[in-house]
């Protein structure tokens, strides 16, 4: 399972991970700095000040995401959408290996890879405008509905520059651009993602 949170370090893998509190201290977080529990990250919190820290290695990572600048920060993307009675619809594009592929399956076949080919400047923007246009950053790590038996799951899966791993996902309950945002991954892949 991956770094689910951020609570292994992405540089060297430790899992002596603590978090950054910012803001006058209260007297209970002076206790757990005592601890060793939390460390204090000064008064002011800025769109680039990390929320974690690494005590083995000192590293630092995961940006208050205020006014979602993630989005220059995103170096792979993959999204999946499917269930056990129903085709599924995997996307992957690398921006670092420059690839976007798309697979086909279903519980029963399996998956087939239906293309791979280059991820080429403007599809990666588009990507990343699709993102934004759907409050990406603003969705909830998991949307849940469990009246509902084998119907539709899906997850979106974001790395950063510095490693850190966003997943959202959810069953049978999407967030509330979750249409708009499957009709803008089909367009870029131009097959089907729904
Ligand atoms: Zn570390």
Known sequence: MSAKGGLVCPKCGSESVIR?????PSHDALEAVGRGEVILGGCCIGGNSP????????NEWGKMRIGG?????????QAEVGGHLR???FVTADWETKKLSYQVGSSAKG????FERELKAEGWQQLIENLKECSFVFWLDQYEDHTVLDGTQWSVRLKLTDGEIIEKAGDNSFPAYWEKFCTGIAELVGERFE
Do not use: P
Request: with cysteine; aromatic share 20%; hydrophobic share 25%.
């Open 20 to 24: 950054i509190q910012y803001g006058l």
């Open 69 to 77: 600048e993630i989005y220059d920060d995103i170096v792979s993307f």
């Open 51 to 58: 929320q974690y820290h690494c005590k083995e290695c000192q």
């Open 111 to 114: 998956y087939v890879t239906k």
């Open 87 to 89: 085709e599924c619809y």
